[in-house]
């Protein structure tokens, strides 16, 4: 990030460490919770060198987010655990060490973005650790100048309360939060689960720029344009390193096991597998979809070359096509006349809507991020009613994009069980089953993993039997591979069912594989609605919206032409 971020003077960034030392290490280094019956980590060996930059991948509940607080102390310091082995950074033992030794050296950003923020404008938010590091008041006014340009923040935003903004815009306040400082290291859990394509790709470039100073420890489950700036791939599993390497080699040689396990790979890792059934791998691993269909041009290749790659790419793209269009679908579930939507306390987002929702039908709300997608699915859902203009409809149940909010019981068995009321008692054990939960049922809703607390709140919305319309918001957002398989399950159960469905998501990719029904946001309006596979493959139209085409248009597109 070389010229965008950096400390300016009269403030010397921290100094670096030296090329051939290690800015972290991990020895044998082992985390259990307290009443948990297994080491959430460990025992783990690991060097992170300067300059690097490493993707740590794993399952949800694999303890990728506790290995990275380990790293910076907050646990235990933070949060209870009993920690075995030795962490050091930048040459120094963590456990004789306080959190805060680390601060502008270290930037983290956590997983929830809410963990990051206080509450304040968005300017106070971002000069936050500049102003616990001393910096002068005049540096401070540039770098927060420079940091939300960065990360794609409109000026007009200084002055707005952190608590006002959508889910997608507390994330990038929080990104430029933890950018500004300029540390040495970086270390970012999930930083591009909430953010539209758009923001991902910026957010991407930003941490793919290469400083020999800087070294970048990210965990994310977006890897599509993030991969390529990867230079080690880390997978874990059950707290436990299984598998290490460049992400080229890394993703050809575990395709399988990463399947197995319900982790992701970057979309072009299942095009290769497929290839190499038939016998036409390139020779360095893809780590994109061009990369691995350029040497595949229909018009040069032998009729019988062509053959077999049009079945790999046929298999491939099965995982990925869209839904047929329904016909028929029910009757209105929820319908919004000349609506104005605004969130709570918040600003008119959304006007003069005119959007009606039917039974059976699966709808997905895109756009930007700050578009007013989770207003429209509050109003929808009759959580947040119109300033202007009519609903019609029952209430609906929600999914919020932060899943804490939903919890109230002291267990997930309890939760469950009171989404589930009045539906029999075989039900909650039934969904607890379905939704990877059992295991966990006698836990706190709070002590899960991200993941697993998305899918806790995702389970508590398909237990209640009684709503005809179900509103998603960021359904996918920390789910493992497996997760969102369940989540695309969940939703296809309740359109047969007979329930409406709306699915606010910046998954380009799975809303063009789940959604029948497209409805973009932008400029405080509906810019269109109608069938998604045409309406995602709408390039022009997708801009003005500040999204991008499903990254699997490339292996479509190839299929046309190979006829």
């Given at each position: ?12 960034p ?6 051939d ?26 060097a ?9 991948l ?8 506790t290995l ?27 456990a004789?060490s306080?959190p805060?030794?680390g601060?502008?050296?270290?930037a ?6 809410d ?6 404008r968005?300017?106070d ?5 500049a102003?616990n ?24 935003f200084r002055?707005?309360?952190s608590?006002?903004l ?6 990038l306040v929080?990104l430029?939060?933890?950018l ?5 290291l970086i270390?970012?859990?999930e ?17 793919g ?8 420890l ?12 990867i230079?080690r ?5 059950e ?10 080699s ?9 399947e ?7 979309l072009?890792s299942?095009?290769d ?6 016998g ?13 269909l ?5 018009a ?8 077999r ?14 839904p047929a269009?329904?016909?028929g679908?029910g009757?209105i ?6 609506a ?6 918040g600003?008119?987002?959304l ?5 009606t929702?039917r ?9 930007a ?5 989770s ?12 300033k202007?203009?009519r ?12 899943p ?18 009045g539906?029999?008692d075989a ?10 939960l ?25 237990a209640?039997?009684?709503a005809r ?10 789910l ?13 159960a ?9 699915v606010?998501t ?12 497209a409805?973009l ?13 045409s309406?995602?493959r ?5 801009a ?11 292996a ?8």
């Amino acid at each position: 990030m070389t010229g965008v971020l950096r400390q300016p003077e009269p403030a010397a960034p921290p100094a670096a460490p030296a090329a051939d030392c290690e800015v972290a290490r991990f020895e044998d280094f082992a985390v259990r919770y307290p009443y948990a019956g297994a080491r959430a980590v460990g025992p783990v060996d690991l060097a992170l060198r300067p300059g690097e930059h490493v993707l740590l991948l794993g399952a949800s509940g694999s303890g990728k987010s506790t290995l990275l607080l380990g790293l910076t102390g907050l646990v235990p310091a933070s949060i209870p655990a009993t920690v075995e082995g030795r962490v050091e950074l930048f040459g120094v033992d963590v456990a004789g060490s306080r959190p805060s030794d680390g601060a502008g050296r270290v930037a983290q950003f956590f997983q929830d973005a809410d963990q990051t923020l206080c509450g304040m404008r968005v300017v106070d938010e971002i000069a936050f650790a500049a102003e616990n590091l001393a910096w002068p008041e005049t540096a401070i006014h540039a770098a927060v100048d420079r940091a939300m340009a960065a990360v794609g923040l409109p000026a007009s935003f200084r002055n707005r309360r952190s608590a006002t903004l959508s889910g997608g815009e507390k994330q990038l306040v929080a990104l430029a939060a933890t950018l500004m400082p300029d540390a040495p290291l970086i270390v970012c859990d999930e930083p591009a689960a909430s953010l539209s394509p758009a923001a991902a790709s910026r957010l991407h470039a930003l941490l793919g720029r290469r400083r020999p100073d800087r070294t970048v420890l990210v965990v994310d489950h977006r890897l599509d344009g993030l991969v390529e700036a990867i230079d080690r791939v880390i997978v874990l599993d059950e707290g436990r390193v299984i598998a290490e390497g460049e992400p080229r080699s890394l993703f050809r040689d575990h395709h399988a096991t990463l399947e197995r396990l319900g982790i992701w790979s970057p979309l072009a890792s299942g095009l290769d597998a497929e290839l190499t059934r038939q016998g036409l791998a390139p020779e360095v691993a893809p780590l994109s979809l061009e990369e691995a269909l350029t040497p595949l041009d229909p018009a040069l290749l032998a009729p019988e070359k062509l053959a077999r790659a049009r079945e790999a790419v046929a298999a491939f793209v099965t995982r990925h096509q869209p839904p047929a269009v329904g016909e028929g679908e029910g009757d209105i579930v929820a319908a919004l006349d000349g609506a104005s939507c605004a969130p709570f306390l918040g600003p008119v987002v959304l006007e003069r809507v005119d959007l009606t929702i039917r039974a059976g039908e699966v709808v997905g709300l895109l756009g930007a991020n700050g578009a007013g997608k989770s207003t429209l699915g509050f109003v929808l859902a009759g959580l947040l009613r119109p300033k202007a203009g009519r609903r019609s409809g029952a209430t609906g149940v929600v999914s919020f994009q932060n899943p804490e909010v939903q919890f109230t019981a002291g267990t997930v068995a309890e939760e469950v069980e009171r989404a589930a009321a009045g539906g029999g008692d075989a039900i909650p054990a039934a969904i607890l089953a379905e939704w990877g939960l059992s295991a966990l049922a006698a836990r706190h809703p709070f002590e899960l993993s991200q993941g697993e607390k998305r899918r806790l709140a995702l389970a508590m919305v398909a237990a209640d039997r009684r709503a005809r319309l179900v509103v998603l918001d960021e359904p996918l957002a920390g789910l493992d591979r497996r997760g969102a398989a369940i989540v695309a399950a969940a939703i296809e159960a309740f359109r047969a069912e007979g329930r409406a469905v709306v699915v606010v998501t910046h998954d380009m990719d799975f809303a063009f594989s789940t959604c029948r029904r497209a409805v973009l946001l932008g400029d405080g309006r509906i810019l269109a609605d109608g069938p998604a596979a045409s309406l995602l493959r709408d390039e022009g139209l997708l801009a003005a919206a500040g999204l991008a085409p499903p990254r699997i248009l490339p292996a479509l597109d190839w299929l046309e032409r190979a006829g």
